[in-house]
């Protein structure tokens, strides 16, 4: 009805999801967070092709050096670091090219003989990198003693050499909890709850690990200790090596960059590099919406095996009945709302209000009004017209009709500014607070589509500059960037894959069924014909709800939520009605969450518009590091940024930093225990204070 249908993907495809999403919590009752309604337009600010002169310095330079042999654990921070904005050198042992690292590459000579360090950390696979000569290590150590930068081995099984006794304490999988120590609360890791679960449920299975423990006077510090499997004892799982002159961080488990459990780290092992001071900024996302509020969604029959209304169905399969919030699923949301701190999303149309009212009265409508502010809400148009191509369905798959070579448009200009200015007047009416500058088109429909639809409709495009659009949804499984549409940005959203055409665990648990089952075993036999997919079992009606479906979106989501995304995830309105099927998902994921985050670094729940401009900068901010046009150095208590003007830059600061001078304002905003934060790069250097030397 509001939505065409869609395949459901087999567990073999939801593994493969997961990963790619991945490459891109107990709650207390209260009232929900205050929602920060500041709107963000999607304008881009050119930066000036120059930056303003600096001269010589003896900082050093905000850079991490990675030496990498392509080994899981070091390409796991290298991505960590991309991912989080971190500029990074890397070389590859591999490379018969590479450059040599010397006392030279290391560090510059400045007039008059003094010298400036050229990179804030160094990365290596482990505590002895192979393909590094006798030379180039030597190096490594004079430039970490001389310029107190510290060293990450990525993979360090303990052993003497490393300040830790051994044999180890135990090795094998680590599945118990782990927990931070005072010192790794105070070297980075502090955004950790003290203990934590790190293997099963969500995170997926246990990685291998060695637990040791510290020799005594060696020099190592323990940061995160783990509970030995079988055992009543605790053992150093990631430690700090001090010795002459150098400091050393060991990680003492295997992982790479799919697996929570080293997400769970990533940003501390940033910060106990970069001693907290760094360029980027790290943040955990989650936005979850709705759509068709006010709507109704068309109702799967088990019977047919399709959705009546929406798909074709057998002769004789009976109409189902559309599926449609009540009141008392609004007053559910809110209180759900208030327990789990977090705020949901509505994507509404307001035109089928009217549909559902019963002598004038549509009840659903009356029951959101009051409570309305405790929503985010985007324009989801009028009534959800079709916006795309007229479609030729004589073919699989259809195609557009083209008349003269040109594609014919089903929507012209008039019908699709229609459709977003009534829904922005109705919401006003109805004192619902719709996201300025923000629209979804009905089921991305007027957007490219390949190969059948190869172009936005140019109507579309018009409507978003006459409308004022900044920010238009895009659907992540097939356009996973921003890209711009007219005036508009897209803001690309991941899917959740519950049915839009249920409302029961019954019905759900059937249709799951249906799509991934062999013939043999009742289903369609779709998962013979796909390259992608394997046929399943069939899932028990009673149990393959909370045994599979569920606990598989919540660690897709899960994963995506550790990855500094913004970008929102969606399910429908009809999954909050009956038997309330998107509730356990998103109770599975806060819980995943906060049972190993602690308050410090709450999920942020943000509003479409707002993940747009994260999105943005970030998306600005790769490109402005991949052309090297921005540079930043340390230098004691002082952190400096220079690039062209209008640039916008992410910087990583202790608490207590101020902009300009020790007595200037404050800089960015308090997450993890430090401060962060996009300025915008003017016509002189960015000067950052810090309290003290890092």
Known sequence: MANLPRPRPALALLATTLAAVTALTAACAGPPPAKRKVHHVAAVVTPSPTAPPVGPHGGIDLDVLVVTDGSGAVEAIRQELSTEGVPSTVIDTHDAGRTTISRAFLARTLPGGTKGGNFDGIVLPGPSASGLSPAETAALA???????????????????????????????????????????????????????????????????????????????????????????????????????????????????????QFHYLGHGIVDWLTRGVHLGQWRNYLDIAYDDMFLGDAQWSPRGHCTPGATTCPKGTPMTPTIRMKPADVTYAVQWERQHHFTIEFLYNGGASARFARHGVDALLVATRPVAKDFYWVNHTWTHAYLGCQQDFRVVPWRCVR???????????????????????????????????????????????????????????????????????????????????????????????????????????????????????GGSGQCRGSAVTACLKPLNPRTGWTSVIV????????????????????????????????????????????????????????????????????????????????????????????????????????????????????????????????????????????????
């Open 142 to 260: 004079w430039y970490e003693r001389r310029f107190g930068v510290r060293q990450v081995d990525a993979y360090s099984p303990p052993m003497p050499a490393m300040g830790m006794t051994a044999p180890p304490a135990y090795s094998g999988p680590l599945s118990g909890a782990v927990g931070v120590t005072a010192a790794g609360a105070r070297a980075g890791f502090g955004y950790l709850n003290g203990s934590f679960p790190f293997g099963g449920g969500p995170a997926g299975p246990a990685p291998f690990g060695y637990l040791a423990r510290p020799a005594p006077g060696g020099g190592a510090t323990p940061l995160l200790t783990a509970a030995i499997p079988h055992s009543g004892g605790h053992a150093t799982l990631v430690w700090q090596y001090d010795q002459g002159g150098r400091q050393e961080l060991g990680i003492g488990f295997g992982y790479d960059y799919a697996q929570a």
């Open 403 to 521: 008349s003269g070579g040109r594609i014919v448009w089903a929507a012209d200009l008039s019908l699709i500014d229609s459709q977003i200015r009534q829904n922005f007047a109705w919401a006003r009416r109805n004192k619902i607070p719709a996201e300025g500058g923000v629209v979804a088109s009905g089921e991305y429909s007027g957007l490219r589509l390949l190969p059948q639809q190869p172009v936005d409709n140019p109507h579309l495009v018009q409507a978003m500059g006459l409308n004022h659009i900044h920010w238009i949804v895009l659907d992540a499984s097939r356009e996973p960037q921003m890209r711009p549409v007219g005036a508009a940005l897209g803001v690309p959203r991941h899917p959740i894959d519950v049915g839009y055409d249920v409302d029961t665990v019954a019905g759900e648990v059937n249709e799951f069924n249906w799509y991934n089952d062999s013939k043999a075993d």
């Open 551 to 694: 606990p598989q979106q919540v660690q897709i989501v899960f994963h995506a939520v550790l990855n500094n995304d913004p970008r929102p995830f969606f399910m429908h309105q009809s999954n909050l009605t009956g038997d309330r099927l998107g509730y356990p998902v998103m109770d599975g994921v806060l819980s995943a969450y906060r049972a190993v985050y602690g308050p410090s670094a709450p999920i942020e729940n943000l509003a479409t518009d707002r993940d747009g401009a994260v999105l943005r900068d970030q998306q600005l901010w790769a490109a402005a590091v991949k052309a090297g046009t921005v540079t930043a150095w340390v230098d004691g208590n002082t952190v400096t940024v220079s690039g062209p003007p209008g640039t916008p830059v992410p910087v990583t600061v202790p608490a207590g930093t101020r902009t300009g001078a020790a007595s200037g304002p404050g800089f960015g905003f308090s997450y993890s225990g430090e401060l962060s934060g996009y300025a915008t790069l003017g016509a002189q250097p960015l000067k950052l204070v810090l309290g003290a030397a890092p």
